[in-house]
């Protein structure tokens, strides 16, 4: 499970004293912290850093990663925790105040004054999740946040100086994934055999003699991995699942994969097996070795638990795996005379 939590340093560049919090503090005299903020690593949800206490006075909003440094020049002295649920956001705004006039319901990032509000949104309220917004332009460095439950019937009550005209919804951390590979239901979808190489040894003599052309041999073979979701996995374009595979597919094969959700949901892992010869050939014998591989795909059903702020849900995709890990030996003796 992934923690939210904020790690606070003393000086930029993630140097000096560290402290790691993991709730809200509503005076960081409590942790020695005030105003000892110069850099920090937010996991999991977004913070808030106020200059004042009791979650007073100007603020930033921080998201999940990393700042060398800070904009709000050192003066911390409470943070908060945006512990709502920031799936599937929604804020509805009015373009007058306590609630009245025409009315929009936003769920992403807008300019208002793009829309039917030409004039911003004067009140509103946030239906779900956690929002940032500004008075004038996406970069502005005073901007507010509005949290889900909450009612602004007008835009200066947060101390905006004019309606509100840019907003989107803050982000929520990463997600957590655990993936259950259902082995027991694994199906064969096709077999094949084929020859991957032919190895032939001739003993014409009345005594047996040793096959000392090689004692062995190396076959590079593969086993290469697929990954299909659904079409309405929530899971995010360019999250890493790791699967476990080890022993499941191959006895040769010893490490985990790594599957991408993206254009690419496939990977494929190189195996080297090495073949004993046998080393002797019977009298008056013609030998001859087949080295043979077989490949097998199989479908295997995958659980994937998703865990984001607590809140947990079940997916399912399918794993389609070729193996042609294993090679094998045939022998035919043929008497000659």
């Not at 004042?52 to 050192?74: A, Q």
């Not at 638990?305 to 030996?329: H, M």
Request: a neutral charge; hydrophobic letters at 35%.
């Amino acid at each position: 499970m992934t923690e939210n939590k904020v790690i606070i340093f003393e000086k930029p560049g993630f140097q000096g004293l560290s402290l790691e919090l993991t709730d809200s503090k509503s005076d960081m005299r409590v942790v020695d912290f005030q105003d000892a903020i110069s850099s920090l690593r937010v996991i999991g949800q977004p913070w808030v850093a106020y200059e004042d206490t009791l979650f007073g006075g100007n603020y930033r909003i921080y998201e999940e990663g990393s700042y060398s440094s800070i904009d709000i020049d050192n003066k911390i002295s409470s943070m908060k925790l945006i512990s709502a649920n920031l799936e599937n956001p929604a804020i509805k705004f009015f373009e007058k105040p306590d609630y009245s006039g025409m009315s929009v319901v936003v769920k992403e990032e807008a300019i208002l004054k793009y829309g039917i509000l030409t004039n911003g949104g004067f009140s509103w309220q946030v239906l779900s999740g956690a929002w940032r917004m500004t008075d004038d332009s996406e970069d502005s460095p005073n901007a507010k946040v509005s949290i889900a439950g909450e009612q602004v019937s007008l835009y200066s009550k947060i101390a905006l100086k004019k309606p509100v005209i840019y907003l989107r919804p803050l982000n929520p951390g990463k997600p957590n994934y655990t993936v259950n590979i259902q082995w027991d239901k694994k199906k064969v979808l096709s077999e094949r055999v084929s020859q991957l190489d032919e190895l032939i040894a001739m003993n014409k003599s009345n005594f047996v003699q040793k096959f000392t052309h090689t004692t062995g041999r190396d076959y590079t073979s593969s086993i290469e991995v697929q990954m299909s979701f659904g079409n309405e996995t929530t899971i995010e374009v360019g999250a890493t699942l790791s699967l476990k595979l080890v022993g499941e597919l191959s006895t040769k094969l010893s490490h985990t994969i790594s599957v991408q959700r993206g254009t690419t949901e496939s990977t494929s892992s190189t195996v080297s097996t090495k073949v004993s010869i046998p080393v002797q050939v019977p009298a008056k014998t013609k030998l001859k070795i087949n080295v043979m591989r077989k490949d097998v795909s199989y479908s295997i059903p995958v659980e994937i638990v998703i865990e984001r702020n607590k809140v947990k849900k079940t997916e399912y995709a399918t794993l389609t795996c070729r193996d042609g890990t294993d090679v094998t030996l045939s022998r035919h003796d043929e008497p000659i005379s």
